[in-house]
């Protein structure tokens, strides 16, 4: 697993809970999630019952996500 926090963390887990069936049973979520970890910042796109993408964003990026 890489070290996190970075963008290869975020992206391996994003493959791990989609290919996990358990994740999909969780029900689906239409969500834009930021994180904040120092002063790094990265943003998690869900859409259905998938994790569809994660990126490292700035500080105002926060402002248009639903909720970090």
């Known amino acids: 697993m890489p070290e996190f926090p970075s963008l290869d963390w975020f992206e391996a887990a994003r493959h ?4 996990d069936p ?3 049973a969780l029900g689906s979520c239409d969500a834009s999630v930021g994180v904040k970890v120092g002063e790094r910042v990265f943003q998690i796109s869900f859409d259905g019952f998938q994790c569809a993408a994660v990126a490292e964003v700035d500080d105002d990026a926060l402002h248009d996500v639903d909720f970090y």
Do not use: E, G, I, T
Request: proline letters at 0%; a neutral charge; charged letters at 30%.
């Open 16 to 19: 791990v809970a989609n290919d």
């Open 22 to 24: 358990a994740f999909r």
